[in-house]
């Protein structure tokens, strides 16, 4: 039902009459994402850890967009912008057991955490006049956020006391089960960008650009990047 909304919204724009104020755009893009997601901070759980989560990080992603300006100052785009999944490798520890008073090993475990955001955006836009060759670009509107995240839960199964020789300390043997679980959500986020589109001849931009993604999502997107522009 989104994704209906927006293309009803896009298609306003441009099933009008063509005009000389009218002049459609494709771009494709390339950029960093640097993420920065929310987390819980508290202490240990006694049989879970709570950092085997998906963590901060750096990928790359690309993407494609159409748009219009249907004034001189005035743009209205739709695109989509999909990163590269972010995959962390850690090993963890979980807290030793409530009530066990004997030496047990150590309960360690290989965490695997892996995240990736994909955009689709229909975003707003507004274009002071150029300078030279140079004109800034500020937009701003919402995104279309699929998300999937996976990271490794770890539980205590049983807990075993072996007996020894006569005078020593029995032994403890813990078993620590781990999994995987994936979530898959889907969301909108609020996004604003800053660009200034490098004009290289009359139709052909070069555009170095910054976006910022964040609600909904679980954190905040940082997308510096650049598009090449081609316009008629």
């Known amino acids: 039902m989104t994704r209906r909304a927006l293309v009803v919204c896009f298609a306003l724009f441009f099933v009008q009459p063509a005009n000389a104020d009218t002049r459609i755009y494709v771009s494709g893009d390339l950029f960093a994402e640097i993420t920065r ?6 202490p240990d759980s006694t049989t879970i850890s709570d950092i085997a989560e998906p963590g901060d990080g750096v990928t790359i992603g690309g993407g494609g967009r159409i748009g219009a300006f249907f004034a001189p100052s005035w743009s209205l785009e739709l ?11 850690r090993t963890l520890s979980l807290r030793e057991p409530i009530g066990i008073v004997l030496p047990t090993p ?6 695997r955490t892996r995240h990736r955001f994909s955009a689709s955006s229909v975003l707003l836009g507004y274009h002071p006049p150029a300078r030279g060759r140079i004109q800034a670009g500020f937009r701003g509107g919402v995104s ?13 199964s049983t807990v075993t006391t072996l007996p020894t020789l006569p005078g020593g300390l029995p032994v403890v043997r813990v078993d620590v089960v781990t999994s995987e679980v994936t979530f898959i959500t889907n969301g909108l986020s609020g996004t604003v960008a800053a660009e200034a589109a490098i004009s290289v001849w009359n139709r052909f931009a070069v555009v170095p650009e910054v976006r910022v993604l964040a609600g909904g999502l679980g954190g905040i997107l940082i997308r510096p990047g650049f598009a090449a522009r081609w316009r008629w």
């Open 144 to 156: 279309f956020m699929h998300v999937e995240r996976s990271l490794t839960s770890a539980s205590i």
């Open 79 to 89: 695109g989509v912008d999909v990163a590269r999944e972010v995959r962390e490798e």
């Open 37 to 42: 997601l929310s987390r819980t901070v508290g």
């Open 106 to 111: 150590s309960l360690r475990f290989q965490s």
